[in-house]
């Protein structure tokens, strides 16, 4: 009977570790909430294995998950503002990226979210310099909250790693 617990364990870990990996993953893909899939790891490992609870650290990740997936929409739409841009920049990035990712090219995801910054703000207003302007705001705020997400689903990472070699 032990035996078989023992291999369930095994699968709740590796179920955990996948959806971590998947989390870290989805930093850079739009279509995946990174931090909200590695945080579902996080809580798998918790629930389902008999690890020891620790629900405070459960708690905070949760918070800083909610934060950053607020974050996540806000930014990028606060830094092209910033830049002079409109919201059609912020969406023509959003769906840049969506785009470059079904394309086989090296760093296609961020040309494409670029691009579509700009050409989202050549729609709202035709003037090349403000689009540019809003483009390049838009995917700066983009690329910072990638970067936010992956350093976050890392150490989601790591805390699913300690609490393994602790256990």
Known sequence: MELLATNLDFVWYVISFILVLTGIAGSF???IPGP???WIGLLTLQIATPITKNYYILGITLILTIAL???DYVVPYLSSKKYGGSKYGGLGA??????GIFIPFPFAILICAFLGAFLGEMIYQPD?????RAAI?????IMATNVLKFI???TYMIIMIYQLVSH
Not at 94 to 99: C, E, W
Not at 128 to 132: C, E, G, R, S, T
Not at 137 to 141: D, H, L, R
Request: aromatic fraction near 8%; hydrophobic fraction near 60%; charged fraction near 0%.
């Open 94 to 99: 959003s769906l840049g990226l969506v785009v």
């Open 152 to 154: 976050v689903c890392t």
């Open 29 to 31: 893909l739009p279509v």
């Open 69 to 71: 997936s607020i974050a």
């Open 137 to 141: 705001g838009s995917f700066i705020g």
């Open 36 to 38: 909200l899939v590695s």
């Open 128 to 132: 090349f310099n403000i689009a540019l």
